[in-house]
């Protein structure tokens, strides 16, 4: 680890410093215009778009400036997460100010990220997964008909298998029992850094007429694995 970080360093101070503050203006760039979009960033696409021309060992140490600036500037924390089996190491924005721990509000489209919060709140009531005909069982209850495009949410097969999962805020886990092949739904890595678990308890110890602090000590295990 040593010989990689002095490697990063050497490679860092070989930088010239207005190159640096291009390089890491051009990281933040990058991220945020990913972040438009929700979906996690690949270090091999920042790598290769931005230090095309340098050292891409210096990167570590150009990523640290860059999550510096992009704190203290914008209010936004940079996740690191690995992706897939293979372990391929991505990032995505979360906003770390005071105020944007209300999920919803913080959200211009409100309708699907209200489907969404009933969705992780349903995960975790169930012990932390759902299995997909549980899952579209409960969204029947809603009026929602996997399939079939709703009115409101549009092609909703689609936002939960696809366009959720690549924004990690689910993570969809392919299950083979007895050779019959099935999918099962946790929170993603995305929901678990912008989700206010205490709002959502409190939410729905209200909406079932009971108080937090008795949801707190049913869920407590539950709550604490997210």
């Not at 051009?26 to 438009?36: G, M, S, T, V």
């Not at 150009?62 to 924390?77: H, I, N, S, T």
């Not at 009531?125 to 996997?146: C, H, P, R, T, V």
Request: glycine letters at 6%.
């Amino acid at each position: 680890m040593t010989g990689k970080v002095s490697l990063a360093q050497k490679a860092f101070d070989e930088m010239r410093g207005d190159s640096v503050d291009t390089k890491v203006g051009e990281i933040i760039r990058y991220l945020l215009c990913a972040d438009k979009k929700k979906l996690p960033v690949k270090k091999k696409d920042i790598v290769d778009a931005v230090l095309k021309d340098n050292s891409p060992r210096a990167f570590v140490l150009l990523l640290d400036r860059a999550k510096d600036r992009l704190k203290e500037v914008f209010g936004l924390k940079v996740v690191e997460v690995e992706l897939g089996k293979s372990k391929i190491k991505a990032y995505f924005l979360v906003n770390c100010l005071p105020e944007a721990s209300q999920f919803l509000d913080q959200k211009a489209d409100f309708p699907k990220m209200g489907l969404l919060f009933f969705i992780l709140a349903h995960i975790m009531m169930n012990q932390n997964f759902l299995s997909e005909s549980d899952l579209w069982a409960y969204l029947k209850q809603l009026g929602i008909e996997k399939g079939s495009k709703h009115a409101t949410f549009g092609d909703v097969t689609k936002l939960i298998t696809q366009e959720w999962v690549q924004q990690l805020y689910l993570d969809r886990e392919k299950k083979s029992p007895n050779n019959v092949t099935s999918f099962e739904y946790h929170w993603g890595e995305r929901a678990k850094h912008e989700i206010d678990k205490e709002a959502m308890i409190t939410f729905l110890a209200e909406a079932h007429g009971s108080t937090p602090e008795a949801w707190h000590k049913q869920f407590k295990g539950i709550f604490d694995a997210l």
